[in-house]
């Protein structure tokens, strides 16, 4: 079992940033990657960007490319998703998502909202 607590969101105007942080139980190598989604209203939801723990690869959605880093702190067991030049159309529920390497279980966080007003 996997515990995952969030946090960092909240409102922003356009053009801000924002840093979102999401701290796993365990060992951050017992996991196979780290990553955040987003759901906004009526929207499916989808990945914004991920990393695999070992050899540490990143995986960005094609419209945060240059905006967002995803980042981890081994130490802490914590991984960060820095939000830059927020536009409005971030405005969603973000959700911290992990996957178990033992059991390849997904796991996800219970999500933070961030708005951006235009």
């Known amino acids: 079992q996997v515990q995952l607590v969030e946090s960092g969101g909240g409102l922003v105007q356009a053009g801000g940033s924002l840093r979102l942080s999401c701290a796993a139980s365990?060992?951050?190598?017992?996991?196979?990657?780290m990553g955040w989604y987003r759901q906004a209203p009526g929207k499916q939801r989808e990945l914004v960007a991920s990393v695999t723990t070992l050899p540490g690869r990143t995986d960005y959605a094609d419209s945060v490319k240059g905006r967002f880093t995803i980042s981890t702190d081994n130490a802490k067991n914590t991984v960060y998703l820095q939000m830059s030049s927020l536009k409005p159309e971030d405005t969603a529920v973000y959700y911290c998502?992990?996957?178990?390497?033992?059991?390849?279980?997904?796991?996800w966080g219970q999500g933070t909202q961030v708005t951006v007003s235009s």
């Open positions: 365990g060992s951050i190598f017992s996991l196979t990657s």
């Open positions: 998502h992990v996957i178990y390497r033992r059991t390849n279980v997904n796991y």
